[in-house]
């Protein structure tokens, strides 16, 4: 283990193998030097030669950790290694407990955790390989207790073998290091549970194993201090050493099971951290290439990437045209096309070309490093269902142990002979069974799965009352342009009579040349799609909101709507109908006249998105109503509406009118999700219950949203809300394992039960029980690492 000094290390593997023997002939274990886990050496095992030695590991990255600092797993050094300075911890159940030390969580007594993003090369959790190590001597002191005990059940005559009184010694010696010595974390916590009178589930272990211990102590150095009320048939006084071995076991047990869970939900960002290489191949000013860490890469340096190379930060194409695997980021299979001046993300993978890139964002300010900084703090978020398990919780315990006392008092008085020992056992099995740690990790289990399982799919989670609140959100208000659409106007059509097509677009794109607006961009972009040559505009002259005006070659020209051919005089019956059909089919139609006379239209449509339909239908079949929001006229908006089957259109929106739309439907009771990306849209994202940004968008955008899609389309809002759905009935499910188990549990421990079967319930199966309880809580969260989004 990490912890271990060197010299016990190397002494506990070096041996073996120093003759160069075949290692996979050698049937023992020895220890792996980074991790402390045990490795059977074989050729399926990775290994190392180090000064003379030979080390063998569990996986890869344990054998490339010891090859890059060796010193550090062979020399002596302190059991943890120091955090850096300022690291503050918090309890992974109660976020807002924030200390500036370790120590345990005065609400539940978990111990806590340091905050921030974990690191890739994170040791295992102490806790984890303290309790592991805690419960494999509870479990071997435990296992050869039951067998006294239980022996004679099942013809086992070990105990007729010792005798009576032999047995009870031997059930002391072997129950004491396990009470006194590995349960000594959970009377630690305990005594704080009293002392911050804040108890918990660990009052409860600590009464139930300390009333189970504390009494068969006793009645074994002093048997003539009890009652008949105390004693069986046979005349001993019964003892209860191995249920109070066994109990701290099977706590271990879940314990333990529960951390190695907690270490999978932070998978996802380990995941996510992996994406980005340790190095990067930056090119000098001379040409020449390097190899340097990544932490090394600067703004503006030129870095090389290779095919099948993983890109390192975010920045743009200088050289070269390849296709780029963006799912870990965007959850989107398909690889896509990028070539000179197109944007790429660090964490990305290069497929198939070679490729030149200008870094622009790195360390802390790429996509990446924000995707998993926004993950680590959605983890440790609290959501507001959660607040029904905490009210649960702040009288759950004080009842049960007044349950406890109520079992004892009623069994002690009326039960049968001895009816102090059916008192104790029912007392304790009370305590134990009612544990309320299941009804603790219900949420935040299923919200640390999900919000990992999120970025994985592009769907980054601000908090968990975000997810939520999306859950429940049925009315979505979205933009059209960059939503719905791809946000990038092109040329459609081109209608002409008397004058060639391609010389009414050459005179439209020689004056629009001058203009800054997006449809000029369109047409201009088609002309040089089609070669068409250019020719230069003078006088050229906008009118706002009309159109634009200039000489060409001696020739007047014009070109904007109808509005602008009225301000110039010039009659357009010729081309009204035609303009009218291009309007009702969501088209931009633009009059383009020369000397005076029309002589031809043009279309401009923003094309609507390949996957935008089919995730409209997949929103409605979710349960959302579509709002659609636009600066377009009602006739142009209404027809892109028609086509996707949007619900409801609100037309000529101006950006400062997006907040108030918001608030209209908020005041008709609606729960509503507004969908953005630029900076006017922060405050219509903040009024809505939930904000969602999409794309990268605007930072002032992202930090107003809840949720901020990496890839901006409906997709992404498609598996947000299926995410937030599930987490959502998942938590119910965990929520009601956890009320119904304690509900049923708790009177069967008091004995309510006994009048039909005969029977008690054991400690030890009430223990069984309740770590089975937070397993089937653990089992059903990490469920949503497999949804399908």
């Known amino acids: 283990m990490n912890g271990q000094k060197g010299d016990s290390t190397e002494k506990s593997i070096d041996s073996p193998h120093d003759d160069g023997r075949d290692p996979g002939t050698h049937a023992h274990s020895v220890i792996d030097p980074v991790c402390g886990m045990k490795v059977t050496p074989g050729e399926d095992k990775p290994s190392h030669d180090h000064a003379g030695h030979r080390y063998f590991f569990c996986s890869q990255r344990c054998h490339d950790k010891f090859v890059e600092t060796p010193e550090k797993y062979l020399g002596d050094r302190p059991e943890t290694e120091a955090m850096p300075s300022g690291t503050e911890y918090t309890c992974p159940m109660h976020p807002e407990i924030i200390r500036d030390e370790p120590g345990s969580c005065p609400i539940c007594g978990m111990a806590l955790e340091p905050m921030g993003v974990p690191s890739v090369d994170e040791d295992p959790n102490p806790e984890l390989v303290d309790f592991t190590r805690r419960f494999w001597v509870s479990a071997a002191c435990a296992l050869p207790l039951l067998v006294l005990t239980m022996g004679p059940m099942v013809g086992i005559p070990f105990r007729a073998w010792l005798g009576e009184s032999a047995s009870v010694w031997v059930e002391l010696f072997l129950a004491t290091p396990v009470v006194l010595w590995a349960a000594v974390p959970f009377f630690e916590r305990a005594y704080h549970s009293f002392l911050n009178r804040s108890p918990n589930m660990w009052t409860l272990i600590g009464l139930g194993v300390g009333a189970a211990y504390g009494y068969s102590v006793v009645a074994t150095l002093f048997p003539s201090a009890f009652p008949a009320s105390f004693r069986m048939e046979s005349g001993h006084v019964p003892v209860y050493f191995e249920a109070a071995a066994v109990i701290i076991a099977l706590v271990f047990l879940g314990q333990v099971m529960e951390l190695r869970a907690r270490e999978r939900t932070g998978s996802a960002i380990r995941a996510l951290l992996d994406l980005a290489p340790k190095t990067a191949r930056r090119i000098d000013a001379q040409g020449n290439e390097e190899e340097v860490p990544l932490d090394e890469v600067k703004s503006g340096d030129r870095l090389r990437i290779r095919p099948g190379e993983s890109i390192p930060v975010d920045g743009?194409?200088?050289?070269?045209?390849?296709?780029?695997?963006?799912?870990?980021?965007?959850?989107?299979?398909?690889?896509?096309?990028?070539?000179?001046?197109?944007?790429?993300?660090?964490?990305?993978?290069?497929?198939?070309?070679?490729?030149?890139?200008?870094?622009?964002?790195?360390?802390?300010?790429?996509?990446?490093?924000?995707?998993?900084?926004?993950?680590?703090?959605?983890?440790?978020?609290?959501?507001?269902?959660?607040?029904?398990?905490?009210?649960?919780?702040?009288?759950?315990?004080?009842?049960?142990?007044?349950?406890?006392?109520?079992?004892?008092?009623?069994?002690?008085?009326?039960?049968?002979?001895?009816?102090?020992?059916?008192?104790?056992?029912?007392?304790v099995s009370v305590l134990i069974i009612a544990c309320p740690c299941a009804l603790g990790l219900a949420t935040p289990m299923s919200i640390m799965t999900a919000t990992g399982r999120g970025a994985q799919a592009g769907v980054l989670i601000k908090d968990a009352e975000a997810l939520e609140r999306f859950a429940h959100v049925d009315t979505l208000i979205v933009d059209k342009t960059g939503t719905l659409t791809e946000g990038k106007p092109k040329l459609t059509d081109v209608i002409a009579d008397d004058w060639d097509e391609m010389d009414v677009l050459r005179l439209a794109a020689s004056l629009e040349r001058g203009s800054e607006h997006p449809l000029a961009d369109a047409i201009v972009e088609a002309a040089r799609e089609r070669d068409l040559e250019l020719s230069s505009a003078s006088e050229f002259e906008a009118v706002t909101g009309k159109g634009v005006t200039g000489e060409i070659a001696g020739k007047s020209v014009a070109l904007g709507n109808r509005a602008m051919m009225d301000h110039l005089g010039i009659n357009t019956d010729r081309f009204s109908e035609r303009a009218k059909d291009l309007s009702g089919e969501g088209k931009t139609a633009m009059f383009v006249a020369a000397d005076g006379q029309v002589i031809g239209l043009l279309a401009v449509a923003d094309p609507i998105k390949k996957t935008t339909a089919d995730a409209i239908r997949a929103l409605h079949d979710l349960g959302l109503t579509i709002i659609m929001a636009t600066g377009d006229n009602e006739r142009t908006a209404r027809a892109v509406a028609g086509k996707l089957g949007i619900d409801d259109v609100r037309a000529e929106v101006l950006p400062e009118d997006k907040q108030a739309l918001v608030e209209e439907f908020l005041t008709k009771g609606k729960s509503v999700a507004m969908a953005g990306d630029g900076v006017n849209d922060a405050p219509a994202l903040a009024s809505a219950h939930v904000g969602i940004a999409m794309g990268t968008g605007a930072d002032v955008a992202v930090e107003s949203a809840g949720l901020t899609l990496v890839k901006g389309d409906l997709n992404g809002i498609v598996r947000a809300r299926k995410l937030a759905t599930a987490t959502i009935r998942n938590i119910k499910q965990n929520l009601f394992f956890a009320f119904v188990y304690n509900a049923l549990g708790v009177p069967i421990a008091a004995g309510v039960l006994y009048p039909v079967f005969g029977t008690l319930l054991s400690p030890m199966i009430a223990a069984a029980?309740?770590?089975l309880s937070s397993v089937s809580v653990i089992s059903n969260s990490l469920r949503l690492r497999n949804i399908r989004l």
Do not use: Y
């Open 769 to 771: 029980a309740m770590s």
């Open 316 to 427: 743009s194409i200088a050289e070269g045209r390849s296709s780029v695997d963006e799912s870990m980021i965007t959850g989107e299979s398909v690889p896509v096309e990028k070539e000179t001046g197109d944007g790429v993300t660090g964490g990305t993978l290069n497929k198939n070309g070679s490729l030149i890139m200008v870094a622009e964002r790195v360390g802390a300010d790429t996509m990446l490093s924000r995707i998993v900084d926004m993950v680590a703090k959605a983890q440790r978020s609290r959501a507001p269902i959660q607040g029904l398990a905490d009210r649960v919780a702040a009288w759950f315990v004080p009842a049960v142990v007044l349950v406890a006392v109520f079992a004892f008092v009623i069994w002690a008085i009326f039960g049968p002979s001895p009816s102090m020992i059916f008192a104790i056992v029912s007392a």
